[in-house]
């Protein structure tokens, strides 16, 4: 049975049996709008991404679970860089007439899985049919207490840059898969259901730890570039402090090609954040508790971005690193 | 100069350029979410719509300009039907690589224009390219008290059933594209750029004066059908009172062919709701202000829905008229 057979309604009704709303949702899926709480005083965060197939995902490289999960995970991603709580996901889907009714469940399988593990309610949504691919929309919502927000802006000279867990994994299983070899599974798993870094945003936020935060989507030296210009200042990085995994190394031996992936693949989902100098002792109490936390470099008033290395000699950037940066900056 | 000359980043800072943020919005377009105020004790609504090109619009029968005001006017006309106050709109689109750089503008346009006549703020989006047909996603929110909060679910035996404007417009028109005639103009504006009745929704809201309400989107019947469920009740409706314009009525001379198309012509964007008899004193005074305000049937205990002409007797429900109301309660 495809979505042809089953009818948008029907869909819907199947959608609505999975789902129970929970207390800040007074009215969820199946009327014209969700009705939702935001905490009293705070701020409501939103945030939407899109999720094309042929653009951002292969149908033959994931399982529809995973992109489900991963769905949701990239935007629950964005309320963690902000320091919030998710609350709520709506989901629009355009679905190819051919597309199995068992890969559409699996999808939303996955998709209620993360939003559960995220604390999200699955709160509204559209689905229709696509003459074209597979296509994926999802709007976040989240709260924040307004003194806990973190944007992109605050980051001062004298902070430290800080990000979390290993950098270029998904962008390595990425190659992998463009380059027709199957990737190692650890390595698979953080670019086929990465996870939001959702505790450690709300612990950096709650305890006002960082000045400025993003998540990394685009590749730590373009949102890194984000920070930068957003704050008006600049930052020295020290590429041999990257953290790496051990299947990044094994798979890439030489410390340039780690480096290089490290500086410029996409979708690590980690937090990259800044750190002022009074508030670096109560990172090093929150480092310990299990995602390793990791200094690389540090932000300075001159504008730009340069790479360091041990000796304090400069390294040359990446080519065609971050257009963004690349052409707004220099 | 297309997508692909411009980038996705040249893209956001257009769109922040046009935009300016207001009091409610803190943070808009720019950062990982954008972050609002919700008004003290108010209800958060959302919800989200799809626009597939070849699914919901073909690009040779509108401009972009009408495509970017309906996209925001279908998703608004959500927030309407709730009784709510627009105050957010996101903007996922999913680009051709060929889309015309001049295009993109007159769609963001008229995305700003429409959003700025409902008093909603364009606070955030992604934008990518797609490697099938245009794709674009919208995501409204708006706030409403929740004492005045409209749902579909609480229609009540004795109800009135009302209707705004005139019905079957937006449908004629589509007829009409499809049969390679131009609409006249009237209807054209109905289809390619309908109103939210926003102003009628808070009136309605504010003044308790509906029990249930819903936008017409899917056809009268289809959508009555919404509020009959969720409602627990029937309906009886007299097509001899639904409200027809001028223009239809001298493109479709035929009596029976105006009520099946004001009974199941999709697109109206009208809003739909019942009025218990206390309130219906507070609906005329109401109805004076402009907008055609119009009795078109009663809410009844028995399940189901009837149509009964002038005299009493009984008509039969147009064939295929709305797949959910007749699978689900007939």
Redesign the interface.
């Known amino acids: 049975m495809s979505l042809a057979g089953l ?1 948008e ?1 029907g869909l819907i009704a199947r959608i609505r049996q999975a789902v129970s709303d929970p207390a800040d949702l ?2 969820g899926i ?9 905490p ?1 005083g705070e ?8 999720l ?5 995902f292969r149908r033959d490289w994931t399982t529809v679970r995973d992109l489900g999960r991963k769905s949701v995970a990239v935007n629950i991603s ?2 963690a ?2 320091g ?1 709580t998710p609350r ?1 996901i ?5 679905l190819p007439a051919d597309f199995p009714l068992t890969e559409i469940e699996g999808f939303l399988d996955g998709v209620l899985e993360a939003a559960g593990e995220y604390g999200a309610a699955l ?11 597979l ?1 994926i ?1 999802v ?1 976040a ?2 709260s ?1 207490p ?1 003194q806990e ?1 973190l ?3 605050g980051a001062r000279p004298g902070d430290a840059i800080y990000v979390s867990g290993t950098l270029g994994d998904s962008a390595l299983a990425l190659r992998q898969l463009q380059a027709g070899t199957l990737p190692q599974s650890a390595l698979a798993r953080r670019h086929h259901d990465p996870q939001a870094r959702v505790t450690l945003g709300r612990q950096l936020a709650a305890g006002h730890l960082a000045s400025a935060m ?2 990394l989507s685009d590749g730590l030296l373009g949102d890194l570039g984000h920070i930068l210009t ?1 704050s008006g200042v600049g930052a020295r990085l020290f590429p041999d402090s990257l953290p790496l995994s051990e299947p990044l190394r094994w798979v890439l031996p030489e410390l340039l090609a780690q480096q290089e992936l490290a500086l410029t693949g996409g979708e690590d989902y980690e937090l990259l954040f800044t750190v002022p100098p009074a508030q670096q002792g109560g990172l090093a109490a929150l480092a310990s508790a299990g995602l390793p936390l990791t200094r690389i470099g540090e932000i300075v008033s001159e504008p730009g971005l340069k790479l360091l290395a041990a000796d304090g000699s400069l390294l040359p950037l990446p080519s065609g690193s971050f ?2 940066f690349g ?2 900056d220099r």
């Open positions: 009818g309604f007074p009215l199946g009327d014209d709008c969700a009705a939702a709480l935001v009293a701020l409501l965060l939103t945030t939407t991404d899109l094309i197939e042929g653009v951002h964005d309320i860089a902000m919030g709520q709506f989901l629009g889907v355009g709160a509204g949504g559209d689905t229709c049919r696509s003459p074209g691919p296509f929309s709007t919502q989240g924040v307004p927000l944007t992109r802006g993003i998540d957003a257009k963004h052409s707004a």
